[in-house]
Every structure is written in C-alpha cells, then in structure tokens.
C-alpha cells in the first residue's frame, strides 16, 4: 500500500503538447517504462535461469520514491507508461501504482506487460485505476509445452487473465518470444489464428541475447522474415497495417478476415532503433537508455541522499541527451549486466 506520506508536492503543471524532451539525435523521448520488481512466479527459459536469485525489498525503490520519480518524468514530458518487470502483479500495491500514475497531469497513456498468471482477478481493479491495455505473454498454446518453457506456469492461469482482461475492456495484446526448435511451429501458426476470432494483437518477438539469462545458447531468434513466410503459407498474404509504418516497436499486419492484428518486433534482423522513444527504469533504480546496452543513470542514490527535484530532472534531461544511437548487436555488443527481468521488458 502507499505509506500515508504519499501525498507528494503539487505537480508542476505537465509540460505542454509538443514540448517533450530530445535527445541528441533529435527524436522524441515520451515513453517510460517501468519495472516494478526484478522477482518473478515463473521462470522462462529464455529469460532467467531456473535458480534465479532476487533483489533484496529495500533496494527496490519504494513507492513513495517511483512515484516522485514518476511525477518528474511527467512534468518532463512522458506521456506514456509501461509496468512491467520481473512480474509487475507480485508488486501488492500495483493497483495504487497505476491510480496515482493515472492522476499525474500529462500522463495519457498506462500500459502493463505481464505473464498473466495473476490476472484474472486483477485485471478490473486495474482497468478502474486507469490501466488502458496489457500485454501477455503466451509462448505457446500446448499447455505441456507452456510448463517446459515457463518452468513452472500453468497454461489456464494465463487465458483465464487473458480473459479477465477483455471483459474488463482493457485493450489485449499477446507477445510471444520466438525461438527455433521451441515454439517456432505450429505454435506460431495456432497464436496467429486467435486474431481470426479476437480483436487482439499477437506480436511475435525475435529473442534477444541478454548473457546474464543463462540461457541456452542454443537458443536462437526466428528472424521476421522466416515468421512472416510461415503465416503466409498457411493463412494468405498479410495486409500491412499503418501503411508498413511502425505501431510502437512492432510492424503490424493483418490476416484475411481477421478482427485482430499480428505484430512483429524485431530487434534482431530489422531494428527499429531509429523510432526509439523510451527510457527504462529499473526496478533498483537505475534508468536505462537502451535495453540492449549496459550504461545506466543512477536515481536512487541521488534519491536517497536527498537531491531536490531540480537535480533528479536534470539529471533524466542528461540521460535523454546521452541516449545511444542504437543497440550494438552487429557489433556483437550484448547486454551482460542484467537479465530482461532486471531491466524490465
Ligand atoms: N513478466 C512479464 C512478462 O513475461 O510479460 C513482464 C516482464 S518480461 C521480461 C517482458 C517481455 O520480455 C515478455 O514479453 C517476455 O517474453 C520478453 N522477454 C524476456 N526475455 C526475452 C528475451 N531474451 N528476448 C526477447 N524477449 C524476451
Ligand atoms: Fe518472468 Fe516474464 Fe521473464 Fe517469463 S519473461 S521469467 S514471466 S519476467
């Protein structure tokens, strides 16, 4: 729950339409997205290792701390915000989270990523906080193989969050990691074919190396192209949505007939870097320029050691201006610093 001392100073007013920061290369960044904790109920092979170990509760920020920080990025121009974690439903004072966000001025946009499993029961409380969409992550639709690569989650847990999430009328989007010989079958084929009957988006998403993952190196990313061959064949050509322009970090099309939409995100063969609006914040504290890269900007410690507002926004203007270009992965630059779970994907 937030403490009672959550009553932070009066936002400034929210920085006006149009005046939202840049960073060196000239584009806009309005986009924060936010990692609640880095602790997590199951335990993705690509993602983390089995015996994953958690951040200990105080340094994690605290809510009074996230929402400060929140309020700054607001005033500064983010318009949109993203939960997401670890697994942002084991945070027990999500629901307060997102209503405080939703009352920041200038915030328009709060989304949630999360494996779903908690969700049935938590996806009206959140829609009437002020939650606008999820996305869930489902890898694959054979409930034995949903136990191999979660390690532990039950398929039934997530459509029934999947579920809750429709009738509460948050907007749904289904992300699903594609790797080869794990889920690059028919797994693709039977998540596609929910947007015949669903009016949701199913985005396929090339794996990235994080090394801290102790994944598999066998595992490997299914590069867009090979993925959009496959749905072709089974289900005619894709319509390009937004005229083959970007939604977000996705390329979205269309199946004949479909309600819903399919997405690609491709980071690996079709980077989409020069579009990039968001910084992340780390669960710790730290904020994050690029996912795909290991320099961060401290804010907790300055948090902690009592630097004024003046000093926290100047110090996220810097990391703006500092964002990197792209990520490095041609250059075989992986990220080796943080598990996805400890950025917040
Ligand atoms: N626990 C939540 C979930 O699974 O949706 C939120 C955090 S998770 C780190 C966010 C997204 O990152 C998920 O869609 C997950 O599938 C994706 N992800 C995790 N590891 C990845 C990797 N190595 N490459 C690509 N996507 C990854
Ligand atoms: Fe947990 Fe999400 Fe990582 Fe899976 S992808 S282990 S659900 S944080």
Same mark, same amino acid.
């Given at each position: 729950?937030?403490?009672?001392?959550?009553?932070?100073?009066?936002?400034?007013?929210?920085?006006?339409?149009?005046?939202?920061?840049?960073?060196?290369?000239?584009?806009?960044?309005?986009?924060? $997205?936010?990692?609640?904790?880095?602790?997590?109920?199951?335990?993705?092979?690509?993602?983390?290792?089995?015996?994953?170990?958690?951040?200990?509760?105080?340094?994690?920020?605290?809510?009074?701390?996230?929402?400060?920080?929140? $309020?700054?990025?607001?005033?500064?121009?983010?318009?949109?915000?993203?939960?997401?974690?670890?697994?942002?439903?084991?945070?027990?004072?999500?629901?307060?989270?997102?209503?405080?966000?939703?009352?920041?001025?200038?915030?328009?946009?709060?989304?949630?990523?999360?494996?779903?499993?908690?969700?049935?029961?938590?996806?009206?409380?959140?829609?009437?906080?002020?939650? @606008?969409?999820?996305?869930?992550?489902?890898?694959?639709?054979?409930?034995?193989?949903?136990?191999?690569?979660?390690?532990?989650?039950?398929?039934?847990?997530?459509?029934?969050?999947?579920?809750?999430?429709?009738?509460?009328?948050? #907007?749904? #989007?289904?992300?699903?990691?594609?790797?080869?010989?794990?889920?690059?079958?028919?797994?693709?084929?039977?998540?596609?074919?929910?947007?015949?009957? @669903?009016?949701?988006?199913? $985005?396929?998403?090339?794996?990235?190396?994080? $090394? #801290?993952?102790?994944?598999?190196?066998?595992?490997?990313?299914?590069?867009?192209?090979?993925?959009?061959? #496959?749905?072709?064949?089974?289900?005619?050509?894709?319509?390009?949505?937004?005229?083959?322009?970007?939604?977000?970090?996705?390329?979205?099309?269309?199946?004949?007939?479909?309600?819903?939409?399919?997405?690609?995100?491709?980071?690996?063969?079709?980077?989409?870097?020069?579009?990039?609006?968001?910084?992340?914040?780390?669960?710790?504290?730290?904020?994050?320029?690029?996912?795909?890269?290991?320099?961060?900007?401290?804010?907790?410690?300055?948090?902690?050691?009592?630097?004024?507002?003046?000093?926290?926004?100047?110090?996220?203007?810097?990391?703006?201006?500092?964002?990197?270009?792209? @990520?490095?992965?041609?250059?075989?630059? @992986?990220?080796?610093?943080?598990?996805?779970?400890?950025?917040?994907?």
């Amino acid at each position: 729950m937030l403490s009672a001392s959550s009553s932070f100073p009066a936002p400034l007013e929210a920085a006006p339409a149009g005046s939202a920061l840049r960073d060196q290369f000239g584009r806009t960044i309005d986009y924060l $997205r936010v990692s609640l904790t880095d602790a997590c109920n199951l335990r993705c092979v690509y993602c983390m290792p089995e015996n994953a170990r958690f951040l200990p509760r105080h340094q994690l920020l605290s809510d009074d701390e996230l929402l400060r920080l929140l $309020r700054l990025f607001a005033e500064l121009g983010f318009r949109k915000v993203r939960f997401t974690g670890g697994e942002p439903t084991l945070r027990s004072s999500l629901v307060e989270i997102v209503r405080a966000t939703a009352a920041l001025p200038g915030v328009e946009n709060i989304g949630l990523t999360t494996n779903g499993v908690l969700l049935s029961s938590l996806a009206e409380p959140l829609q009437r906080a002020g939650l @606008h969409s999820v996305n869930i992550s489902i890898d694959t639709l054979v409930p034995d193989r949903f136990g191999r690569i979660t390690r532990c989650g039950r398929l039934d847990d997530v459509l029934a969050g999947v579920e809750a999430a429709g009738r509460a009328g948050l #907007k749904v #989007k289904i992300n699903c990691v594609v790797c080869r010989g794990l889920n690059d079958g028919g797994d693709v084929l039977a998540l596609a074919r929910l947007t015949l009957a @669903h009016d949701w988006q199913v $985005r396929f998403i090339e794996e990235m190396p994080f $090394r #801290k993952s102790g994944r598999n190196e066998q595992l490997q990313p299914v590069p867009q192209a090979e993925m959009m061959a #496959k749905l072709e064949r089974e289900f005619g050509a894709l319509q390009p949505l937004h005229g083959g322009r970007l939604e977000g970090e996705a390329r979205v099309y269309q199946l004949s007939g479909a309600r819903g939409s399919v997405g690609f995100i491709s980071p690996v063969s079709n980077p989409f870097c020069g579009d990039c609006n968001r910084l992340r914040l780390t669960a710790d504290g730290e904020l994050r320029m690029c996912l795909l890269r290991d320099d961060e900007v401290q804010l907790r410690m300055p948090l902690r050691t009592g630097a004024d507002d003046d000093t926290l926004r100047e110090t996220i203007r810097g990391a703006v201006l500092h964002k990197p270009w792209g @990520h490095g992965l041609p250059d075989h630059v @992986h990220p080796s610093n943080r598990t996805m779970a400890q950025i917040g994907g």
